[in-house]
């Protein structure tokens, strides 16, 4: 007879409290406090996230792209940019963005989610999120408890929406305790709401495997020979996840594959799933083709997870995972279920490089502009970090894309549309 605990599945419910819970603990990350932080790179950076919030909107390009400058600024702090390093992030970041836009109509605390999904109410969703700011106090942690945690469906259960950028934004709240990149990353959240959410809020879809499997990457192989997914996608980019879903076999399988990961020890699979994104990112990846801007997503996104699991309540720590993971599972479809050649990575030579040549090349490099190249370097930093690395996989693997790396590529080579995108990101990149 199964049990849950040898299935990795079946919580009462992730929406709702339960002693069954398990939590995941690990370290916090170190928190930045800008706002009170005299230190000049400090006081550069806070200005700077300030400026951005007032004179650019978070969505941008026929309400498509993201605003990523908390991202890239944030992040090169870290890796110990200088004011005047910052400062060029910034007014590069600003050549692509665009100002805000009046919404249609304001929001209030009775009708607000009547909204969520709607982007052409970005800036209504910030003055929303901003008053509400004000009726906690300024507290923004107890603002982003409200309206991630409370009521049916609540908020976190989405923040894969929109390519995780609600969930990578968040992180950065976090670490750098910013209440200005809390409201944004609320109204992302807001903004990029989609159905994803159902399957976290409705228990039905989280069902019992029977193949349960403690290595993400072996379910991943799993899905590659997986003949159910074979002539239904033509090309890689973002519109294939709406297409998946909407088959019927396919979404079944995304939903046995998702199940399958058995997390009875959450702590390790959560480990694991980190090593995954940098093994997707890397150990995908040809020499001299460009590396997948979608893949990406995964390694940064699951970098906030790690920020987030300290600070959150526990209840919340495994579906925010297997949120992760139904993402991670999503997007390998999309991008055609490319080989995973590990040696790619297990033998990439060091010649001497560490992790000071990826900070160097992270914050002084040609793409030190490129807002997801540099939070990739800094992801498998923190990762290497938290786990530890003595084969050298991560710290081999971050070397390699360091030195490789010259330009996203995975969009839909045969749409226009997508080719002018991927150029409008080289230029956000400050090629």
Not at 160 to 174: E, F, K, N
Not at 402 to 418: I, M, P, T, V
């Amino acid at each position: 007879m199964f049990s849950l605990a040898s299935l990795g599945l079946r919580l009462p419910s992730f929406g709702r409290s339960s002693s069954l819970t398990p939590s995941i603990n690990i370290p916090s990350v170190e928190i930045h406090d800008i706002e009170e932080n005299p230190e000049k790179r400090a006081r550069t950076l806070k200005h700077l996230l300030k400026a951005n919030h007032i004179n650019h909107a978070v969505i941008y390009h026929k309400l498509q792209f993201h605003n990523h400058t908390p991202h890239i600024l944030g992040s090169a702090y870290l890796l110990r940019a200088s004011p005047e390093q910052l400062n060029t992030i910034y007014d590069e970041e600003s050549k692509v963005l665009e100002p805000w836009e009046d919404s249609p109509g304001e929001i209030s605390k009775h009708d607000w989610k009547d909204f969520l999904g709607k982007r052409n109410y970005q800036r209504a969703f910030v003055d929303f999120f901003e008053d509400q700011m004000v009726q906690h106090g300024y507290d923004w942690k107890a603002l982003l408890a409200e309206f991630l945690f409370e009521g049916e469906e609540p908020l976190i259960n989405n923040l894969v929406a929109g390519l995780a950028h609600p969930l990578i934004h968040l992180g950065y709240a976090y670490e750098l305790s910013s209440r200005t990149i809390a409201t944004e990353a609320l109204t992302l959240a807001a903004c990029f709401r989609n159905p994803l959410h159902t399957y976290l809020d409705d228990p039905s879809y989280t069902r019992p495997s029977s193949n349960p499997s403690t290595s993400s990457l072996k379910i991943l192989h799993r899905i590659a020979d997986d003949p159910r997914f074979n002539g239904l996608l033509d090309h890689q980019g973002s519109d294939n996840i709406d297409i998946i879903l909407a088959n019927e076999e396919t979404k079944e399988a995304v939903l046995e594959h998702w199940n399958a990961l058995d997390m009875s020890d959450p702590k390790k699979q959560f480990e694991d799933c980190q090593r995954t994104a940098i093994a997707l990112l890397v150990a995908t990846h040809q020499k001299g083709e460009l590396y997948d801007f979608f893949v990406v997503h995964l390694l940064t996104s699951s970098h906030a997870v790690r920020i987030l699991l300290p600070v959150l309540p526990a209840k919340w720590h495994v579906p925010l995972v297997r949120q992760w993971w139904l993402f991670c599972v999503l997007v390998y479809i999309a991008q055609l279920r490319r080989a995973i050649k590990q040696d790619r990575i297990v033998d990439y030579p060091l010649e001497g490089r560490n992790w000071k040549s990826v900070d160097d090349r992270a914050v002084n490099g040609k793409h030190a502009t490129d807002a997801h190249f540099v939070k990739a370097c800094r992801a498998m930093k923190e990762a290497a970090n938290l786990w530890g690395d003595e084969d050298k996989y991560i710290l081999k693997a971050a070397v390699s894309f360091a030195a490789e790396f010259d330009g996203w590529g995975g969009f839909n080579s045969k749409s226009e549309e997508e080719e002018r995108i991927m150029l409008e990101w080289r230029k956000g990149g400050g090629k």
